[in-house]
């Protein structure tokens, strides 16, 4: 089976602009989640996806955002982006169903390294 | 809201020598996990445990979840350079059933072996 695949890799934007990252999960997967992470604040949850619905959230500002498809590929947006959003944004998939709400492990992808200059 | 702390933040050991991390929850887990992220790579599951009291083996790895669910640790024996990396506790907490998809981390333990 392929693994979590998420592009791009590398991205430099300028702060004020908006960027879009994209996520693939495993095949038969349809929870996926999104991490950010900085050397200061380790990993932290941003949201959470399953049937294109967000089923949860983090304490994150509006300005991020995300969304999943039919499929369930998973996009996330960070709008008007601040020099303090320069981090790896992780992508996590796993088999999580409808109604269990934890014990199974996430599969992370190789994440996206977002600099905002 | 749900905090994991994770000790120590940096630990450096000679090869040969053990190394143990520890991760407290400020809640009670419905399960924890450990993770294993590499220089430059992305976290890689390692185990799961679920049960209060439970202990893991894997080779030289042993993982520990504590009796009221709120601790973990976990243990490398003899340490090997390909050990290198941070390794992060994750828990889960089943608060209403609204902890979909949701991992905590603790900040991770860098662990550096010196050959």
């Known amino acids: 089976k392929a693994g979590v695949t998420q592009t791009p890799r590398y991205l430099i934007k300028t702060r004020g602009q908006q960027v879009t990252l994209s996520c693939s999960p495993i095949s038969g997967h349809r929870s996926v989640s999104w991490y950010q992470q900085t050397p200061g604040q380790g990993l932290q949850f941003l949201f959470e996806y399953f049937s294109e619905t967000q089923r949860n959230k983090g304490n994150f500002p509006g300005r991020f955002s995300g969304r999943q498809f039919s499929n369930s590929r998973s996009e996330m947006n960070v709008s008007t982006l601040e020099l303090g959003d320069s981090a790896l944004y992780l992508c996590a998939s796993s088999p999580l169903g409808r109604k269990s709400a934890a014990n199974t492990e996430a599969f992370f992808g190789q994440g996206t390294r977002l600099t905002v200059v | 809201g749900q905090q994991v702390m994770q000790i120590p933040q940096y630990q450096h050991v000679q090869e040969g020598e053990d190394f143990t991390t520890y991760c407290n929850s400020s809640t009670t887990l419905s399960n924890i996990q450990w993770y294993k992220q590499r220089p430059g790579g992305h976290p890689v599951f390692l185990i799961q445990?679920?049960?209060?009291?439970e202990v893991k083996k894997q080779k030289r790895l042993t993982f520990q979840f504590g009796e009221a669910k709120k601790n973990s640790s976990l243990h490398i024996t003899a340490t090997q350079t390909t050990d290198v990396g941070t390794y992060f506790c994750a828990g889960y907490t089943n608060a209403g059933g609204t902890s979909y998809g949701k991992l905590t981390f603790g900040q991770g333990t860098i662990l550096t072996v010196h050959p």
């Open positions: 445990l679920v049960k209060s009291g």
